[in-house]
């Protein structure tokens, strides 16, 4: 379970303070987007005018930078893996910022199936949006951000997939599936635990799990630890991913800042 010593002081207090009611992005977010105008504008859209996104965000970069959470799982959660998260936090959803997505994902009550397709539409989005522009970052980091955005639906099964593409999956080397898949698993536990206009409440935890292994096949080791970890973090706080000691412009600024050089992108 969780150790809590220490996580509320002054400094943790201000910074919660900082992440739960400030109305803008965080200036190291900023400049790692490195003038994106495209990006910018969905994520700034999205930020302030999406309370389920912005509380998406919010609870995402809360459990990553749990102390509980970063002792638990210091054995793979290095500064470079935890610098993408936290990245991938603000990133992952870019695309929902487009407004006729944001209009669907604000929409309270069920989905049509016309609308579920719109929604479905957000990773090709963010992805194209974070493609437009080189971002300030090693280059390979900036693609795992970029990949975030467009896999963090895909499925080897066909069936539970949108979003990214089978070429593009397998693709991938050892370390950037590794950081996908981790960002995929976050993101489904936190949206399936916070409450969304859309559906009637959160999902328990097994379903949730139940439907990751189908979607992503069984669970490396990490993955487990991981599991672990959220289901002890879930049965602890009332709300989903509640607690932050989330340094709101420190976190951001782990990775280091080396601008990509420019290069044409194909998919």
Not at 29 to 38: E, P
Not at 130 to 154: G, K, N, Q, T, W
Not at 227 to 232: F, N, P
Not at 252 to 267: D, G, H, T, Y
Request: hydrophobic share 35%; aromatic share 8%; proline share 7%.
């Amino acid at each position: 379970m969780f150790t809590l010593e220490g996580v509320r002081n002054e400094e943790n207090t201000s910074a919660r303070e900082q992440l739960f009611n400030n109305t803008r992005l965080p200036d190291q977010l900023v400049q790692r987007l490195n003038g994106n105008v495209r990006a910018l504008k969905l994520l700034e859209n999205q930020w302030k005018n999406s309370p389920q996104s912005r509380r998406h965000i919010q609870g995402i970069s809360a459990f990553i930078s749990h102390e509980g959470v970063l002792q638990r799982c210091q054995e793979f959660l290095d500064d470079r893996t935890l610098g993408l998260l936290t990245i991938g936090a603000w990133a992952h959803d870019t695309g929902k910022g487009e407004e006729r997505i944001l209009a669907v994902v604000e929409k309270p009550g069920p989905l049509t199936a016309g609308e579920e397709q719109v929604k479905k539409e957000h990773p090709r989005v963010g992805f194209e949006a974070l493609s437009s522009h080189d971002l300030a970052m090693p280059p390979e980091d900036a693609e795992i951000i970029r990949l975030m955005a467009y896999l963090h639906h895909f499925s080897p099964n066909k069936n539970l997939s949108y979003g990214g593409s089978e070429k593009v999956w397998a693709s991938l080397d050892g370390y950037s599936r590794f950081v996908v898949r981790l960002m995929t698993l976050i993101d489904h536990f936190s949206a399936g635990w916070e409450p969304r206009l859309y559906r009637s409440g959160p999902v328990d935890l097994e379903t949730i799990i139940l439907t990751l292994c189908d979607r992503l096949g069984p669970p490396s080791p990490e993955e487990i630890e991981l599991i672990k970890v959220i289901a002890d973090y879930r049965e602890k706080y009332q709300e989903p991913f509640a607690e932050p000691t989330f340094a709101y412009e420190a976190e951001v600024s782990i990775l280091p800042m080396r601008p990509e050089k420019p290069r044409s992108r194909q998919r």
